[in-house]
């Protein structure tokens, strides 16, 4: 039998065939297959160097044509958006974005998506990606994007609060945070990286991407590991709310921490859109491991 072939697809391509459209559709599948327990559970191997690390995550994604998936990603720092339509107000107009680098762009264009933001602040300790940020953006998404050095107050005015940093430390304190506030954490996704007031997690309704993960490599890790909270009191994970297993905001005056540290099977269900989607079209280049 001849062996698979691996088609091999350049930046270009993936993204002239998977819209961002198509990208949060499909990750809201994944979620909603993980939360009915239909997506095996998969750990993380990684490695650390003096100034940044290597990971690599695997998933299954079972489905009528099987896909494994295997992502390897190095993060050395000079180098997601279904929780806000689950857990953040429908009428969410206000959002802070803590940290303007890749992710935050990334970030922004999906959570913009799924909700009619009018106002952005946009906080950096590098002043300088946030005005960058502020330009880009404004001009794409045709957004009021502020830059701003009063993260205390943007937090307190916002409905939405979003960390994409590579901190170390947290500074979303829990006396800044009105109630009724959504922040999706999403920078701190290894051990060492801190975003969020352990006391703030203690309080609130944490849902996990991956309880797991959260609780080891997330910042929910901080506030168990302070003795604040047990991993039994985690809310839920993603996958069950968009599932219909547990409810999602009830009430506006809830606090949800979605505690994003980034799953395999998200980057497997994208990959696969993309390859079937490249299929059809006909594009990218066939190349043999094993000739
Ligand atoms: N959870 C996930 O699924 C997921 C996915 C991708 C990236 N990440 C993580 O998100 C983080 C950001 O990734 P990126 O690619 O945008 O990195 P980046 O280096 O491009 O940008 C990070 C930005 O954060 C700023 N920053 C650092 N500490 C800060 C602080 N205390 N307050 C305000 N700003 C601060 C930096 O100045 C920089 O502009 C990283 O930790 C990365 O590992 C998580």
Redesign the pocket.
């Known amino acids: 039998m001849q062996p698979e072939r691996t088609l091999l697809l350049r930046r270009s391509e993936i993204e002239d065939v998977l819209s961002l459209r198509d990208c949060i559709d499909a990750v809201e599948e994944v979620f909603r297959l993980q939360g009915h327990g239909k997506i095996p559970s998969s750990e993380i191997l990684g490695v650390k160097a003096p100034n940044g690390g290597l990971h690599v995550k695997a998933a299954l994604l079972p489905r009528s044509r099987s896909y494994i998936v295997a992502k390897l990603n190095t993060?050395f720092?000079?180098?997601?958006t279904q929780s806000a339509k689950y857990l953040a107000r429908k009428n969410s107009s206000v959002a802070t974005i803590?940290?303007?680098?890749?992710?935050?762009r990334a970030q922004l264009r999906a959570i913009h998506s799924v909700l009619a933001l009018k106002k952005i602040h946009a906080?950096?300790?590098?002043e300088g990606?946030a005005k960058n940020l502020a330009v880009d953006l404004s001009r794409e998404l045709k957004l009021d994007i502020e830059p701003t050095r009063d993260l205390p107050t943007a937090i307190q005015k916002s409905d939405v609060c979003v960390t994409?940093?590579?901190?170390t430390?947290f500074?979303v304190r829990k006396e800044d945070v009105a109630s009724g506030t959504f922040i999706a954490a999403?920078?701190?996704?290894?051990a060492h990286?801190q975003e969020i007031d352990p006391a703030l997690i203690a309080t609130a309704k944490v849902v996990a991407?991956s309880l797991e993960q959260s609780c080891t490599i997330g910042d929910t890790r901080h506030a168990i590991g302070n003795g604040l909270m047990r991993k039994e009191d985690v809310y839920a994970e993603l996958g069950e709310i968009v599932a219909g297993r547990k409810s999602g905001r009830t009430t506006g005056g809830e606090i949800f921490i979605f505690d994003?540290?980034?799953v395999a099977m998200e980057d497997a269900v994208a990959a696969a859109a993309v390859y079937e989607k490249a299929r059809t079209a006909g594009i990218g280049t066939f190349f043999q491991f094993a000739a």
């Open positions: 993060n720092p000079v180098n997601r803590c940290g303007c680098g890749g992710q935050a906080f950096d300790l590098n990606a994409c940093t590579t901190s430390e500074f999403v920078g701190a996704d290894d990286k991407d994003s540290t980034g």
